[in-house]
């Protein structure tokens, strides 16, 4: 409808972007609809959304003078690299929802979602949405009538395509679109014309992301199928419920993952084990956004099959019925292996093995691009010799991850995340040059206790999103109260760090906070009756806290809107206790070495909202219950993990049975012949991951 060309405005002496409707469409409808854009565009105010500076006529043309922003589509993005990382799709999608937010709170509906609408800022890589030409208000007063089809085919929804009214989901089913194309590198619906592609967009169902992205993270998957739902009324009710579950996403292992570089941290500590549930190797390399790729394995265990996989190399050995090996070695590159059985019939179940981890660029949270010119080389390299790892950007947008070694550091490099170290001694100057740094997003202090003047230098980082106190450490009054009005803070632990009494009832009051971690020695059951006194829907992370009984977790379970917690390492909690849980509509419960906690499953199946649910006890239990049954009322149930138990054929047939489970994690010392030849029976799942305690045993499941 519009020729945009790159303009100056002489009287302000600026660049901007001029839209200009093309002379041999400009009607008196085209006319209005180009005005209404311009409104349009005038009633928004967000970040995510081009702004507009003057609406005016030249020569009987109308035009729209916006803001000029270095940078490109997504589409022209999508021409060089044919996907995005998972996480810069992430990234990206969290930014066109905002945005999304913003244009639906105004009563508008988009109806033109795209890559070719999406513009991504050169340096900052922040996204806005373009092009509102084909706007309409969500009250009715559009400027086409019921039955006019407009838009772009291959990302229109149902009702654009049928050319029915649509509403603010319509934007939400492009949306869907957008974002699988931007995951997989292709588009969900498709054909040879026009015609073909709307048939597709209103009666086909699309390909399952998981068959083109195996590695795809599965509750991005989940929220990118729902989006695509054919009925409106199937799909999110609003951007900002579909942002919500982007963001849980892009949040989900924050803390799991940044605090698995600690040197004090053993491997199987409670730190790592969040987030198992739902990826394929919980030891496995997690880029930014907790997002993991798996190694896996599609095979079937035929007879008493033996598994082995080595550091270079896979070795599968598969026992036959007349007692003959096969043996299959693969490069441990190898991603999929597929399997036939002697009927010919492929196998169809993933098994995943433990391997030793990679090493790996570690971020957390999506790392925000600095704009062009900004070298925090000089200072990154300063804060190493003072004994802080530091992790940031090269000048191609490259993670470079946990760097303890100056010389490693890029000449080129942002930093967007320091980790002092333990045995560090910053000094009140050294904290003071933190806030040179232009796009920190991530500290974490060392076991010295912080000066005031640190404190203050802390509470004055404008873009701090997740900040993590060590042991060693005192959380005040004061600090809690500064923080809950700072209100950025997405991210924060206080696990070790003593606190005033007071601190969680402020701590309560935190609506920015998306996970909350808490624990240590002097955490106490009077801390959780404090910070259950506000409803929050939050990830809630209680571990290593001797002083915490059954008492504390009744306190808990007053959090109605509670949706993720994590329970580790508490001695004195008991059955009892685990069993208050029931109340909660928890999605993901993970409980680690808590006694009781295999007494107490048959009330965790209770939780009928639960999709993701983990038990793992290191220490020798008793066992599970040897009757499941009560699991099969989790119809929603997805992901589950059941570590440190010996499981046998009728406990396996019980899972069997879960409608919705498709990940299954088992750790253990040893599973028996008739275990491992009953896992044939978990034909629905998607992931099957085995290993065992010691390191030979991860080496050899039999």
Known sequence: MGIVFRAEDPVLARMVALKVLKPHIATESVRARFLAEARALARINDDNVV???QVGEDNGLPFIAMQALPGETLKDRLKRSERLSQIEAVRLGCQVLSGLVAVHLQGLIHRDIKPDNIWIEQGTERCRILDFGLVQSNEGGNLTEVGTVLGTP????????????VDHRSDLFSFGCLMYR???????????????????????????????????????AALIRDLLQKSPSDRPSTAAEALERLQRIEFEDCQDDLLQNRPSAPVNSVSNFESSSKTADASDSQPPGGIRKALSVAGMCCGGGLFILGLLSIIIRITNKDGTVTEIVAPASTTNIEIETPHGAAASTRIVFDRPAPEAADASESPPPAPAGTNDNSLARELITLGAHVSGLDENGEVHGDISDASQVPEEFRVYKVFWQ??????????????????????????????????????????????FLEKGQHFTINHAKRLHQKNTLSVLSTHGATADPGVFSVLARESSLLHLSIGGDTLRDEDLKELSQEDHRWKLTVTDAPNVTDAGLRSLARISKLEHLVLGNLPG????????????????????????????????AEISTLDSLVIRLDEKPAGLPSDLS??????????????????????????????????????????????????????????LHLSSATPDQRNSVA
Request: proline share 7%; charged share 15%; with cysteine.
């Open 51 to 53: 702004i507009i500076h």
């Open 154 to 165: 291959r990302f229109m929804s149902p009702e654009q395509a049928n050319g029915t009214r």
């Open 182 to 220: 931007t995951v997989s590198g292709r588009v969900p619906f498709d054909g040879k014309g026009s015609a073909s592609i709307l048939m597709a967009v209103a009666g086909l169902p699309e390909t399952p992301l998981e068959n083109l992205v195996p590695e795809v993270d599965p509750l991005l």
């Open 422 to 467: 333990n045995d560090s001694c910053p000094t009140d100057a050294d904290y003071a040059a933190l806030q040179t740094l232009e796009h920190l997003e991530t500290l974490k202090v060392g076991t010295r206790p912080l000066s005031e003047h640190q404190w203050d230098t802390i509470l004055e980082l404008q873009g701090l999103r997740s900040l």
């Open 573 to 604: 909690v008991t059955a009892q206790g685990l069993r208050s849980l029931n109340r909660l509509s928890l999605t993901h419960l993970v409980v680690v070495n808590v006694p009781g906690a295999a007494v107490a499953l048959s009330s965790f």
């Open 630 to 687: 009560p699991l099969s009322r989790l119809k929603d149930l997805q992901n589950l993990e059941l570590s440190g138990f010996s499981l046998s054929p009728a406990q396996i047939a019980t899972l069997a049975g879960l409608p919705s489970l498709t990940f299954l994690r088992i750790t253990a010392n040893t599973q028996s012949p008739a275990t491992l030849e009953s896992l044939g029976q978990l034909s629905g799942l998607e992931t």
